[in-house]
């Protein structure tokens, strides 16, 4: 049991890192897309389908981490399924998996409608403002998110 805990960690933090970068990543591309739509919506677009490519990254580490995940449960006899800290984590684990799907992938995809609009000579400055505020809003809850998972980690016994 010692061994499967161990590699559960082990993999869970591969998971983390590669969902992390991933994310990161993809805030940083998506900074250099909202800086190339005024001048240059043509450069804005090929790199929108980039993005696609940090989700895949994103979903491989989640994948990894819910693996793990049951893994480490399984090795610890289930015991962490009905512990506070537990049930509080995977409130946030599903918070973070509800708005990443509706939140960033749908207005990443209208991101991409909207950039072919502008450049075909359409007015579209107030729907791609009403874009940039949802992603600015999901991208301060998904840090939250994942910052208060952190520190259930860390500190579940005081729990
Ligand atoms: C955003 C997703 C997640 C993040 C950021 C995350 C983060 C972490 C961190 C930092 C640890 C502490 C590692 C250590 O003890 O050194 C941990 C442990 C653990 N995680 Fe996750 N995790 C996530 C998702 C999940 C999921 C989906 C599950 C279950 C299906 C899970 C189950 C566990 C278990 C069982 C432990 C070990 C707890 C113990 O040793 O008592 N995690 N996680």
Redesign the pocket.
């Known amino acids: 049991m010692y061994f499967l805990y161990s590699l559960g960690?082990f993999i869970?933090i591969v998971g983390?890192t590669i969902?992390s970068g991933g994310s990161i990543g993809g805030y940083l591309l998506e900074r250099q897309i909202w800086k190339h739509i005024p001048e240059s919506p043509l450069k804005s677009k090929s790199l929108t389908c980039l993005l696609s490519k940090y989700s895949m990254i994103i979903h491989t580490g989640t994948l990894l981490?819910?693996i793990s995940?049951?893994m480490?449960?399984a090795a610890?006899g289930w015991a962490?399924v009905g512990q506070q800290w537990?049930v509080i984590?995977?409130v946030f684990?599903i918070g973070?998996f509800l708005s990443g799907f509706f939140i960033a992938g749908t207005n990443s995809m209208r991101l991409n409608k909207l950039i072919i609009r502008q450049m075909n000579a359409e007015e579209v400055s107030i729907e791609l403002n009403k874009v940039k505020r949802n992603m600015i809003l999901f991208r301060i809850s998904e840090a939250l998110m994942?910052l208060t998972?952190?520190l259930l980690?860390i500190f579940?016994n005081s729990i």
């Open positions: 960690l869970h983390i969902t981490m819910i995940g049951i480490m449960l610890l962490a537990f984590k995977m684990v973070l994942v998972i952190y980690a579940r």
